[in-house]
């Protein structure tokens, strides 16, 4: 009977501790400190802008044909965009790690504008005919609004494929001539001279002098605007302008 009393006691006190150490356990967990939820980044956002978020990006596309070309007409025109737009929108996504994506929907038809080229042009089509791209956008704008309906959070662009001289681009839109994606002279860097218009949209700056067009930096904005999209790259100095850097 003293050795089953010894037992008894000793699994009574073990007992005791078990149960002290639990309650200890229990005690020590609901006196730790909250660790607060993790706040969701800032989206990333045009360049210089954080009111204008990028993390979806719907670009209108459109062929934009003068009142006076209308009869040359690019027969192939609608061939020639969607295997370049899904190349720049995957090398978007990669540039952006995945933080911006764009999606595109091409106008069916060629847009038929109002006026000759003159008009659009004017005389002077130096860097890029900026000129054009305000004009023709303006039209677009007031003549397809139901096309250019967005989606609620989406950040809308306008990407002008013009039969004429064209290669410009400012925050919301840009223009591009035709024959840079239909020319076999760049057929090795056409997506990369879309891109790089299309950089523009999201107000990226050129990093090249426009006057020498020495370049400032390697890349698709500076010096690599004319080499294969493959090849290239957005520089990381301005992606984290754009609270775009790598996680």
Known sequence: MKLFRSRASVLIALSAVLIAAAAGIKIYKSAAPRVP???R???VH???????SLERIALKVFYAVPQDRAAQIYPGWHDLLPAMLDEAAKFHEVQ??????FSYKIFPEPFILKQPAIFYDTENT???NPEALLRITAEIENRAVDFLK???GDFT?????YEGVGASGTTGSMILSRAFLSDP??????STLFYHEFGHTMGLPDQYDLETNQPFSADIMGGGRRRPLKYNYLDAALLAEMNAAAQ
């Not at 045009?46 to 204008?52: I, M, Q, R």
């Not at 952006?96 to 994506?101: E, W």
């Open 150 to 152: 967005k989606d609620r």
């Open 41 to 43: 980044p800032s989206p």
């Open 185 to 190: 002279q760049y057929a090795d860097f056409a």
């Open 37 to 39: 939820f993790a706040l």
């Open 46 to 52: 045009v360049y210089h802008s954080p009111a204008l």
């Open 126 to 128: 130096n860097k890029g």
């Open 96 to 101: 952006f790690h995945g933080q911006s994506v």
């Open 157 to 161: 662009a306008i990407a002008v494929i």
